[in-house]
């Protein structure tokens, strides 16, 4: 009796068989991965999301219906609308997804994701605000102000998308710790500044050179100023890429403060963590960078797949590089209804990391069938890129819609989960939102 007082989400995140069973008389298929509800069960569902579910016995086993999954409340933010905190020490906010629903993402609706706590910049002169290069394989050490960043180099902009590697670690079964981030943090607005490269070459690149990594203005969440909360880097062919940018502006303005004002790398298609915010120096290390986040678990997977659950040594552990494929239904919002007969408009966006997308899908049975959505190109490369379509429904009830995509390689997102990882990265299972059909 005690299992069933507690809340869905526990049930389900402890064993989702298990919870299947326990909330539903649900029963999975051990080869199909279908759910098999019995006849009371099927009732008890459809009065939950309130309709009859015509593709009920399509439904995958040990999920909860998206109906269902909804949680968390608006968190104010100064300059932010509608996110949801997870974290206030320190301060992690994801956006629900029809606030992404914006071709360029506005500074109010960009997540906030922090390791450590923000810089005071009221009194800023951005201006004056200062970056050092250095690091034992930057031949020439320099420091530059942000004024002579603008003076002296060419200005580029981008619209490139963020996405933090742990986005979506709220599916995992078992959980893995950290912020349980459901689909909203990511987003993809417009960066202005210099090139990366640019600057790494004036300042001189030695032979030797690996890895580029930085360090920010914001302090260890322990309050010890001596920790470094953060400091990550990426190889040094992707730094050097055209849309790596030393950032001052978002969309034409300031850098919103929890994103990063007055400056910022931007470096898109890999874990956010890689696009340090107060950016305060860049290091060109002739090894791997070895900063805080860098090593042990941090942003790293499993080099090769593992049981659910397992323990993984360090030494098994690959840094995470390239993002995986991944799209969200941006319109309309979860738990709409509808009126048979009409079709609905749905639209959204779909990334691939490093890669492109190539195709685009959208299912209204659970996966058993899929339609083709329309596919717009990416502004620039890493540009998240915009999809449309329309379905109908054939009769009364509950329905989700799915959404899939596939990138250039052929790779498509999987239909529930990928394979498990002990921190709980890179969640790309296909995004879906409740309609109710009337």
């Known amino acids: 009796m005690s299992d069933k007082q507690r809340g869905i989400h526990e049930l389900y995140a402890d064993d ?26 099927l009732v008890a569902m459809s009065a939950a999301v309130g309709a009859s579910i015509p593709f009920a016995h399509l439904m995958p086993g040990g999920l909860i219906p998206a109906a ?31 606030l992404l629903d914006d071709e360029i993402t506005p500074g109010k609706h960009l997540f906030v994701r922090n390791n450590g706590t923000p810089p005071a910049t009221d009194n800023v002169d951005p201006d004056a605000w200062q970056l050092e ?18 003076e002296r180099f060419e200005h580029h902009t981008y619209q490139l998308q963020l996405e933090c590697g742990g986005n979506g670690r709220s599916e995992f079964v078992p959980p893995a710790s950290g912020n349980q981030w459901s689909v909203g943090a990511v987003g993809c607005p417009e960066w ?29 969440a322990s309050g010890d100023p001596a920790k470094v909360p953060i400091s990550r880097g990426v190889p040094m062919h992707k730094a050097l890429e055209d849309e790596a940018l030393i950032a001052w502006a978002m969309n034409g303005e300031d850098i ?3 994103n ?16 340090g915010k107060w950016l305060r120096k860049i290091v060109v290390r002739n090894v791997v960078h070895d900063g805080p986040k860098m090593t ?8 090769t797949a593992v049981a659910p659950g397992s323990v993984v040594p360090d030494d098994e552990m690959c840094i995470i590089e390239s993002m995986p494929v991944k799209s969200l239904v941006t319109f309309p919002k979860s738990g709409i209804e509808h009126a048979l007969g009409e079709k609905l408009a749905l639209r959204g966006h779909a990334w691939a990391g490093d890669n492109a997308v190539d195709k685009m899908h959208v299912s209204i049975d659970f996966g058993a069938t899929w339609q083709e959505a329309n596919l ?18 054939p009769q009364v009830g509950y329905y989700e819609v799915w959404a899939r995509a596939t990138d250039d390689a052929g790779r498509s997102q999987p239909m529930v989960l990928p394979g498990w990882n002990p921190k709980g990265y890179l969640n790309n299972a296909c995004h879906r939102i409740a309609v109710q059909v009337v």
Not at 69 to 96: C, H, W, Y
Not at 136 to 148: C, G, H, I, W
């Open 192 to 220: 202005t500044g210099v090139r990366l490269r640019d600057v790494l070459e004036h300042a001189g690149i030695k032979d030797d050179a690996v890895y580029v990594a930085y360090y920010g203005a914001d302090t260890h």
């Open 68 to 98: 269902l999954a909804q949680s968390g409340q608006p968190f104010k933010l100064p300059g932010k609308e509608g996110l949801i905190i997870l974290n206030d020490r320190p301060v992690n906010a994801e956006t629900p997804a029809h």
């Open 16 to 41: 989702p068989e298990a919870a299947d069973d326990i909330v539903w008389g649900r029963k999975t298929d051990p080869v199909t991965r279908r759910g098999f509800l019995t006849k009371g069960g």
């Open 296 to 303: 042990g678990t941090s942003y790293r997977v499993p080099c």
């Open 260 to 275: 990063g004002y007055p400056l910022r790398l931007v470096i898109a298609g890999w874990p956010g963590s890689v696009a």
């Open 133 to 150: 290069i250095g690091g034992e394989s930057a031949a020439n050490p320099m420091t530059f102000t942000v004024a002579e960043l603008k």
């Open 256 to 258: 919103p403060h929890m």
């Open 376 to 393: 717009k190109a990416p502004r620039n490369r890493h540009a998240w890129q915009r999809w449309t379509t329309e379905v109908e429904f």
